[in-house]
C-alpha cells in the first residue's frame, strides 16, 4: 500500500489549498479514508474523513474545528484522494497526512492501519 500525499505549502491567512492523496494497493471503499493533521508539539488529529455504504452512499466527517472550511473528496476512480482547505488560518499550520482508517474504528489515529508521507502547511498571518 502506498499513500503518496502533495500540495503543502506556504500561504497566508485566508487562501485556500488543496492537497492530494495518490494511492496504490488498497481499495478506498473497504476504509474510512482520512486526513489527519500534527501541529509541533501536539498530537496527530483527524481533519476529514469519507467513508461509503455497501449501496453506494457517502458519509463524510468533518471535526468541529474546521467548521466547514474543509471539503474532503476523491476522484471518479476513487484512487486519489483531495482536501480542499479553504479560509486558512494560522492555526491550521501543520503537517497533513492522509490516511486508511480501518472501518468502525472510530476517528482516533490509533485506528489508522495506513499512513501516508506528511505535507506541510503553513500559514502565516
Known amino acids: 500500500v502506498q499513500l503518496q500525499a502533495s500540495g503543502g505549502g506556504l500561504v497566508q491567512a485566508g487562501d485556500s489549498l488543496r492537497l492530494s492523496c495518490a494511492a496504490s494497493?488498497?481499495?478506498?471503499?473497504?476504509?474510512?479514508m482520512a486526513w489527519f493533521h500534527q501541529a509541533p508539539g501536539k498530537e496527530r488529529e483527524i481533519v476529514a474523513g469519507?467513508?461509503?455504504?455497501?449501496?453506494?452512499?457517502?458519509?463524510?466527517y468533518y471535526p468541529d474545528s474546521v467548521g466547514g472550511r474543509f471539503t474532503i473528496s476523491t476522484d471518479g476512480a476513487k484512487s486519489t484522494l483531495y482536501l480542499q482547505m479553504n479560509s486558512l488560518k494560522p492555526e491550521d499550520t501543520a503537517v497533513y497526512y492522509c490516511?486508511?482508517?480501518?472501518?468502525?474504528?472510530?476517528?482516533?489515529?490509533?485506528?489508522?492501519?495506513?499512513w501516508g508521507q506528511g505535507t506541510l502547511v503553513t500559514v502565516s498571518s
Open positions: 469519507i467513508n461509503w455504504s455497501p449501496d453506494g452512499g457517502r458519509s463524510t
Open positions: 490516511a486508511a482508517l480501518g472501518l468502525g474504528r472510530g476517528v482516533d489515529a490509533s485506528g489508522v492501519d495506513y
Open positions: 494497493g488498497l481499495t478506498f471503499t473497504a476504509y474510512t
